[in-house]
């Protein structure tokens, strides 16, 4: 995804907000209303990178590339999870079925046109969509912990990168009802 992503990436911003976001990140200005605090922060970060001031756009282009790649890693990894609770019988068949499955989803999507779009120019929902992967793998790794102390560990790294998406795109959000009910389950259960 990153090879795919980062040879495909917008070299120059594009005609709507990705503009906007390469600019006040480079600046570190504030952008239009809601904002995006931590993906200016981010792309801040990215910017440093640009060897020049020509190459600021593709740089914090670049932010989003990383974070579509991390996007596909973290939706892999949940759908192994995921598939590891449907067929529990832990034999090489299984498993190589389960990968399989895993990988054609991860690059479906990789693959999907909006998705693409927005994996390689500077727009929040690249950034967005990683922290609802990664919430959302997680919320299947608490679930896997028997441990007391350890899943109060997992519900605070859930809790923190909520927190985190929120000065990106409050898109996260809606995740929450998810974990709702998957924490009700495990409890009841």
């Known amino acids: 995804a990153l090879i795919t992503y980062g040879l495909t990436v917008e070299p120059t911003s594009s005609y709507w907000d990705a503009g906007e976001y390469i600019s006040t990140s480079a600046k570190l200005q504030v952008g239009h209303p809601p904002g995006a605090p931590f993906y200016q922060m981010m792309g801040a970060i990215f910017a440093l990178f640009a060897s020049d001031n020509e190459s600021i756009a593709i740089a914090v282009n670049f932010l989003s590339v990383v974070s579509s790649a991390f996007v596909i890693l973290f939706l892999f990894w949940s759908t ?3 598939l590891q609770k449907i067929f529990n019988k832990n034999n090489f068949s299984n498993s190589l079925n389960i990968i399989l499955s895993a990988s054609i989803g991860a690059l479906a999507f990789m693959f999907s046109d909006s998705f693409w779009f927005s994996a ?8 967005s969509s990683f922290f609802t992967a990664i919430v959302v793998w997680a919320a299947f790794k608490w679930e896997l912990v028997e441990d007391e102390a350890e899943a109060n560990r997992w519900i605070l790294f859930i809790a923190y990168l909520v927190g985190l998406s929120i000065g990106v795109h409050l898109l996260n959000l809606v995740t929450l009802p998810a974990l709702a009910i998957l924490y009700y389950f495990k409890k009841e259960a």
């Open 80 to 82: 192994t999870l995921f």
């Open 120 to 127: 390689v120019e500077a727009e929040v929902y690249a950034m």
